[in-house]
Protein backbone atom coordinates (compact mmCIF):
# COMPACT_ATOMS: atom_id res chain seq x y z
CA UNK A 1 0.00 0.00 0.00
CA UNK A 2 0.72 3.24 -1.05
CA UNK A 3 2.68 4.96 2.38
CA UNK A 4 4.30 8.15 3.79
CA UNK A 5 7.35 7.94 5.91
CA UNK A 6 8.35 10.70 8.46
CA UNK A 7 11.72 9.23 9.99
CA UNK A 8 12.05 11.61 12.81
CA UNK A 9 9.56 12.13 15.07
CA UNK A 10 10.31 14.34 17.51
CA UNK A 11 12.97 16.91 16.58
CA UNK A 12 14.40 19.41 19.36
CA UNK A 13 16.52 22.33 17.81
CA UNK A 14 18.05 25.02 19.09
CA UNK A 15 17.34 29.22 17.93
CA UNK A 16 18.72 29.81 14.35
CA UNK A 17 19.97 25.78 13.91
CA UNK A 18 19.19 24.94 10.02
CA UNK A 19 16.18 22.49 9.77
CA UNK A 20 15.59 19.84 7.59
CA UNK A 21 13.13 17.43 8.20
CA UNK A 22 12.76 13.74 5.67
CA UNK A 23 9.67 12.69 3.99
CA UNK A 24 9.59 9.71 1.62
CA UNK A 25 6.60 8.23 -0.17
CA UNK A 26 6.14 5.07 -1.54
CA UNK A 27 4.55 5.30 -5.26
CA UNK A 28 6.07 4.93 -8.61
CA UNK A 29 3.41 6.85 -10.36
CA UNK A 30 2.65 10.91 -10.65
CA UNK A 31 2.10 12.27 -6.97
CA UNK A 32 1.00 16.01 -5.98
CA UNK A 33 3.31 16.93 -2.57
CA UNK A 34 2.65 19.00 0.66
CA UNK A 35 4.14 19.92 3.68
CA UNK A 36 1.34 20.78 6.47
CA UNK A 37 2.10 22.59 9.58
CA UNK A 38 -0.08 22.85 12.90
CA UNK A 39 1.04 25.05 15.43
CA UNK A 40 -0.04 24.28 19.05
CA UNK A 41 -3.68 25.41 19.60
CA UNK A 42 -4.53 25.81 15.89
CA UNK A 43 -5.64 24.05 12.83
CA UNK A 44 -3.31 22.58 10.03
CA UNK A 45 -2.21 25.16 7.94
CA UNK A 46 -0.17 24.85 4.17
CA UNK A 47 3.13 25.32 4.25
CA UNK A 48 4.30 24.61 0.87
CA UNK A 49 3.14 22.33 -2.28
CA UNK A 50 5.02 20.85 -5.65
CA UNK A 51 2.32 19.97 -8.37
CA UNK A 52 5.21 20.11 -11.33
CA UNK A 53 7.60 22.20 -12.35
CA UNK A 54 10.39 23.35 -10.61
CA UNK A 55 11.62 20.69 -7.75
CA UNK A 56 12.69 23.39 -5.51
CA UNK A 57 9.57 24.76 -4.30
CA UNK A 58 9.47 27.57 -1.68
CA UNK A 59 6.59 28.26 0.93
CA UNK A 60 5.59 30.84 3.79
CA UNK A 61 7.84 31.83 6.90
CA UNK A 62 10.86 30.93 4.90
CA UNK A 63 10.60 27.47 4.23
CA UNK A 64 11.44 25.16 1.39
CA UNK A 65 11.57 21.58 0.05
CA UNK A 66 12.90 19.56 -2.44
CA UNK A 67 10.84 17.36 -4.81
CA UNK A 68 13.85 14.24 -5.39
CA UNK A 69 12.12 11.93 -7.90
CA UNK A 70 14.66 9.32 -7.74
CA UNK A 71 14.67 9.38 -4.18
CA UNK A 72 10.87 9.42 -3.48
CA UNK A 73 11.53 12.15 -0.67
CA UNK A 74 10.03 15.48 -0.45
CA UNK A 75 12.29 17.07 2.62
CA UNK A 76 11.07 20.65 4.15
CA UNK A 77 14.22 22.83 4.97
CA UNK A 78 14.58 26.11 6.96
CA UNK A 79 17.96 27.59 6.89
CA UNK A 80 17.52 29.31 10.36
CA UNK A 81 15.03 28.49 12.86
CA UNK A 82 12.79 30.58 15.21
CA UNK A 83 11.62 29.59 18.73
CA UNK A 84 7.70 30.35 16.55
CA UNK A 85 8.47 27.14 14.47
CA UNK A 86 7.71 25.21 16.92
CA UNK A 87 4.91 23.32 16.09
CA UNK A 88 3.62 19.78 14.06
CA UNK A 89 5.01 19.11 10.73
CA UNK A 90 3.25 16.96 8.52
CA UNK A 91 4.27 15.46 5.19
CA UNK A 92 1.15 14.55 2.58
CA UNK A 93 0.84 13.22 -0.99
CA UNK A 94 -2.00 12.55 -3.79
CA UNK A 95 -1.31 10.15 -6.63
CA UNK A 96 -2.23 10.48 -9.60
CA UNK A 97 -5.82 11.66 -9.86
CA UNK A 98 -6.75 10.09 -6.59
CA UNK A 99 -7.54 13.45 -4.51
CA UNK A 100 -7.58 11.93 -1.16
CA UNK A 101 -4.44 12.98 0.67
CA UNK A 102 -2.26 10.13 2.48
CA UNK A 103 -0.14 11.74 5.42
CA UNK A 104 2.46 10.66 6.91
CA UNK A 105 2.71 10.42 11.23
CA UNK A 106 4.05 13.72 11.47
CA UNK A 107 7.31 15.42 13.06
CA UNK A 108 6.88 17.11 16.41
CA UNK A 109 9.77 20.46 16.19
CA UNK A 110 10.60 22.15 19.60
CA UNK A 111 12.78 25.16 18.76
CA UNK A 112 14.49 26.33 22.24
CA UNK A 113 15.20 29.94 22.64
CA UNK B 1 -12.97 35.60 3.96
CA UNK B 2 -14.17 33.31 6.75
CA UNK B 3 -12.11 30.01 7.36
CA UNK B 4 -13.49 26.61 7.36
CA UNK B 5 -15.90 26.28 10.36
CA UNK B 6 -16.66 23.12 12.24
CA UNK B 7 -19.24 22.87 15.05
CA UNK B 8 -19.25 21.42 17.72
CA UNK B 9 -15.69 21.91 18.38
CA UNK B 10 -15.91 19.23 21.27
CA UNK B 11 -18.59 16.26 21.63
CA UNK B 12 -18.81 14.08 24.02
CA UNK B 13 -21.07 10.65 23.47
CA UNK B 14 -22.20 6.75 24.87
CA UNK B 15 -20.91 4.19 23.17
CA UNK B 16 -24.22 3.14 20.98
CA UNK B 17 -25.05 6.64 20.43
CA UNK B 18 -24.76 8.71 16.90
CA UNK B 19 -23.57 12.07 16.56
CA UNK B 20 -23.55 14.60 13.34
CA UNK B 21 -20.92 16.98 12.86
CA UNK B 22 -20.96 19.93 10.45
CA UNK B 23 -19.05 21.46 7.93
CA UNK B 24 -19.03 25.21 6.49
CA UNK B 25 -16.08 25.19 3.95
CA UNK B 26 -14.63 28.89 2.44
CA UNK B 27 -17.24 31.02 0.31
CA UNK B 28 -17.21 29.58 -3.35
CA UNK B 29 -15.20 26.30 -2.64
CA UNK B 30 -17.26 23.47 -4.30
CA UNK B 31 -14.89 20.14 -2.16
CA UNK B 32 -14.86 19.27 1.10
CA UNK B 33 -13.23 16.38 2.94
CA UNK B 34 -13.05 14.91 5.80
CA UNK B 35 -10.23 13.35 7.90
CA UNK B 36 -10.01 11.77 11.34
CA UNK B 37 -6.87 12.15 13.31
CA UNK B 38 -5.89 10.13 16.15
CA UNK B 39 -2.27 9.59 18.03
CA UNK B 40 -2.60 6.27 17.28
CA UNK B 41 -2.98 6.39 13.35
CA UNK B 42 -2.50 9.42 12.58
CA UNK B 43 -4.45 11.78 9.99
CA UNK B 44 -6.62 9.38 7.54
CA UNK B 45 -8.98 10.20 4.85
CA UNK B 46 -12.66 9.33 5.31
CA UNK B 47 -14.11 10.60 2.23
CA UNK B 48 -14.56 13.75 -0.22
CA UNK B 49 -17.59 15.45 -1.53
CA UNK B 50 -18.19 17.34 -4.38
CA UNK B 51 -21.15 19.29 -5.75
CA UNK B 52 -23.17 16.98 -3.60
CA UNK B 53 -21.77 13.76 -4.68
CA UNK B 54 -19.33 11.81 -2.92
CA UNK B 55 -16.17 11.20 -5.08
CA UNK B 56 -13.97 9.32 -2.60
CA UNK B 57 -13.89 7.00 0.44
CA UNK B 58 -11.24 6.04 2.30
CA UNK B 59 -11.11 2.78 4.67
CA UNK B 60 -13.80 3.53 7.26
CA UNK B 61 -16.91 0.94 8.47
CA UNK B 62 -20.14 1.81 6.95
CA UNK B 63 -20.72 3.57 9.60
CA UNK B 64 -18.67 6.63 8.39
CA UNK B 65 -21.55 8.40 6.15
CA UNK B 66 -21.94 12.06 4.54
CA UNK B 67 -23.11 14.50 2.42
CA UNK B 68 -23.05 17.93 0.91
CA UNK B 69 -25.89 20.06 0.48
CA UNK B 70 -26.27 22.51 -2.30
CA UNK B 71 -24.24 25.46 -0.21
CA UNK B 72 -21.97 23.19 -0.55
CA UNK B 73 -21.98 22.70 3.71
CA UNK B 74 -21.40 19.27 4.86
CA UNK B 75 -22.13 16.66 7.41
CA UNK B 76 -20.47 13.57 8.73
CA UNK B 77 -22.48 11.07 10.85
CA UNK B 78 -21.22 8.22 12.97
CA UNK B 79 -23.63 5.26 14.11
CA UNK B 80 -23.53 3.20 16.91
CA UNK B 81 -20.59 5.09 18.30
CA UNK B 82 -17.15 3.02 19.62
CA UNK B 83 -14.72 3.97 22.05
CA UNK B 84 -11.97 4.16 19.20
CA UNK B 85 -13.99 6.73 17.43
CA UNK B 86 -12.40 9.08 19.52
CA UNK B 87 -10.81 11.72 17.55
CA UNK B 88 -10.46 14.81 16.08
CA UNK B 89 -12.54 15.05 12.98
CA UNK B 90 -10.96 17.73 10.77
CA UNK B 91 -12.93 19.29 6.86
CA UNK B 92 -11.13 20.66 4.74
CA UNK B 93 -12.24 23.20 1.74
CA UNK B 94 -11.13 23.24 -1.99
CA UNK B 95 -12.39 25.75 -4.26
CA UNK B 96 -13.09 22.40 -6.59
CA UNK B 97 -12.02 18.56 -7.05
CA UNK B 98 -8.66 18.26 -6.87
CA UNK B 99 -5.45 18.83 -5.06
CA UNK B 100 -3.81 21.80 -7.31
CA UNK B 101 -5.77 24.12 -5.55
CA UNK B 102 -4.48 22.81 -2.14
CA UNK B 103 -6.77 22.12 0.70
CA UNK B 104 -7.72 24.48 3.90
CA UNK B 105 -8.62 22.72 7.34
CA UNK B 106 -10.97 23.63 9.47
CA UNK B 107 -10.14 23.51 13.83
CA UNK B 108 -11.63 20.22 13.85
CA UNK B 109 -14.47 18.61 16.16
CA UNK B 110 -12.78 17.25 19.10
CA UNK B 111 -15.47 13.49 19.55
CA UNK B 112 -14.72 11.96 22.21
CA UNK B 113 -16.80 8.50 23.31
CA UNK B 114 -17.08 7.03 26.45
Sequence with gaps: AQSVSQHNHHVILSEAASLELGCNYSYGG??????????????LQLLLKYFSGDPLVKGIKGFEAEFIKSKFSFNLRKPSVQWSDTAEYFCAVTLDSNYQLIWGAGTKLIIKP | KAGVTQTPRYLIKTRGQQVTLSCSPISGHRSVSWYQQTPGQGLQFLFEYFSETQRNKGNFPGRFSGRQFSNSRSEMNV???????????????????????????GSGTRLTVV
Excluded: K
Excluded at chain 2, 86 to 97: D, R, T, V
Design chain 1, 30 to 43: TVNLFWYVQYPGQH
Design chain 2, 79 to 105: STLELGDSALYLCASSPGQGTIWGYTF
